[in-house]
């Protein structure tokens, strides 16, 4: 097959192509080629929130005004970007720095520690970070589709197609390294070295260049906020199979046998939801084939009150 026939769309990302219903762009310093974020079509058939996905679109709209590189005032809509410390898999986190206050030029680490106090995370920056399913710029991008396919499930934050300069990332690369960033991450984080030395001959070079090796492509989403680590199910560690609503939700008998009876109570209500939670979750990280799951505190919960008001369940 010729290069002329080859498919735009397979391999490393081709800048170029036409994508999604709009693609911002962004200056890079020094004349390099710009920055790309791709706001992308909704699927027509998915359940997306709002009146006619109008919330969703606002959010990828929010997502795609974020300029890694502009410094000034935070009351221009400044942002910060700085390496993600925690969990498994290496990010960039998104910062709004502190009203009233700005951002430098050129990021230390020492700004970053300020920031990461006073400032508030609106997003992360997630790549394909190894040549396995651990974490994947597909799936990311694809969990945000699909749980809308599914009827919104899983609470999956809105996510866009976003592009970064080599250069830039490897200055947050070197950030990682000042802050002390250790453990799993650590190593995450440490095989971008190894990346960036020979693009073109690694492992993700096409999960993770752009067709022109200046930029790495990744996904953009809005950062999850007021969620706590779901301990029940991270003590089982790998084993979620040894779980009691994994045990409920594999049981084939009516919810009403399983659990003893129909009785709105608090406990009868908290195992339907974990069910309900555990099946959700194995459905989506099995359609994206992601293993991250169980590589560490992957697992959160939000807080909800369920009720009754007027025989109905709210």
């Not at 190894?130 to 809105?158: M, W």
Request: charged share 25%; aromatic share 10%.
């Amino acid at each position: 097959m010729s290069i002329t026939d080859a498919d735009i769309y397979e391999g490393s990302l081709q800048r170029e192509a036409e994508r999604g219903v709009k693609i911002n762009t962004y200056n890079v310093a020094d004349g390099r080629p710009d920055e790309i974020a791709v706001i992308p079509r909704h699927l027509p058939f998915a359940k997306y929130r709002g009146k006619d996905g109008a919330k969703d679109a606002a959010d990828e709209a929010k997502l795609a005004s974020y300029d890694f590189y502009k410094a000034g005032a935070a009351e221009a809509g400044v942002v910060a970007i700085c390496p993600k410390r925690s969990s498994t898999s290496a990010a960039v986190d998104v910062y709004k720095i502190p009203d009233g206050t700005s951002r430098p030029e050129e990021l230390t680490a020492s700004y970053c520690a300020s920031v990461e106090k006073a400032g508030k995370c609106v997003a992360k920056f997630k790549q394909t970070d190894n040549q396995f399913t651990t974490t994947s710029t597909a799936a990311i991008l694809g969990y945000y589709h699909v749980s809308r396919a599914l009827g919104d499930i899983c609470e999956i934050k809105p996510a866009i197609l976003r592009t970064m300069d080599i250069e830039q990332h490897k200055k947050v690369v070197h950030l990682a390294s000042e802050l002390g960033v250790h453990g799993t991450i650590a190593k995450s984080w440490g095989l971008f070295n190894g990346y960036y030395a020979n693009p073109k001959g690694s492992d993700v070079a096409r999960t993770l260049f752009t067709s022109d090796f200046t930029q790495i492509y990744g996904a953009l989403l809005e950062n999850t906020t007021g969620e706590e680590n779901y301990s029940e199910w991270l003590s089982a560690g790998t084993d979620l199979t040894s779980t009691r609503a994994f045990h409920r939700m594999a049981d084939s008998r009516s919810a009403a046998s399983i659990l003893g009876s129909n009785d709105f109570t608090q406990s009868n209500v908290q195992a339907l939801v974990a069910m309900r939670d555990m099946s959700e979750m194995i459905l989506l990280d099995y359609l994206l084939a992601q293993s991250d799951r169980l590589t560490g505190g992957n697992i959160s919960d939000y807080s909800f009150t369920y009720y009754l008001e007027g025989g109905k369940v709210k």
